[in-house]
């Protein structure tokens, strides 16, 4: 049994997630360029000391901003798998297609996609030259998924689909050339061929 957190972390957990929604809101509102520490502070009621001091600067906010929103995803579509069995095309399909649909419908993913390069501090990278972040976390959900739905493929089989169905959607959330359901019938039975 894991200890309870003392009382100090728990408000820093809690401080922590404040800035994070305040630099979500900020961004969403605004877009990631017009963001500043400072602003993030004002809106979270603390100095833009305590911002620096909790993420080191605004591409630790960034990294920060861009994990918790890919954690909180990967857990909806761990669930939408999951609301699917065992029909693995079904599960593949739903869960594809609630990415892309997110991807249109979610006013931080539109931010990312609309603001500029923002070099080493901004939030695109994390689609595209960074998708370290967005690969790790969907990559391991789905791993799990394929070894509990679909046993009995290697590893490396695994590995390879899932890289590539998670690579190709964020590709077409980037720049879509068709509809998402089109879409995701097309990756979805991508991803189950590279499992065979």
């Known amino acids: ?30 877009g990631w360029d017009a963001v500043r520490m400072v602003d993030v502070a004002g809106a979270a009621g603390v100095s833009r000391q305590t ?3 909790e993420f080191d ?5 960034a ?38 649909d997110e991807a249109a419908r ?21 689609l595209t030259t960074r998708s370290d972040v967005v690969l790790t976390a969907a990559g391991k959900m789905l791993t799990e998924w394929v070894g509990a739905r679909l046993p009995g493929r290697t590893e490396e089989t695994v590995a390879l689909a899932v890289d590539a169905v998670i690579r190709l959607t964020v590709s077409h959330i980037m720049l879509p050339l068709d509809t998402p359901a089109d879409t995701a019938t097309r990756l979805s039975g991508t991803f189950l061929r590279l499992l065979r």
């Open 1 to 30: 049994m894991e200890p309870a957190p003392s009382y100090r972390e728990s408000n820093r957990a809690r401080l922590r997630e404040a800035l994070i929604a305040a630099a979500r809101e900020l961004t969403v509102a605004h």
């Open 51 to 53: 911002v620096y001091n």
């Open 57 to 61: 600067g605004r591409a630790g906010l």
């Open 63 to 100: 990294e920060a901003l861009a994990v918790g929103e890919v954690e909180r995803f990967v857990e909806r579509l761990r669930t939408e798998l999951d609301a699917h069995g065992d029909d693995a095309a079904v599960a593949t399909y739903a869960a594809i297609l609630l990415t892309l």
């Open 106 to 126: 979610n006013p931080l993913v539109r931010a990312v996609l609309t603001s500029g390069r923002g070099g080493a501090e901004g939030l695109l990278p994390y």
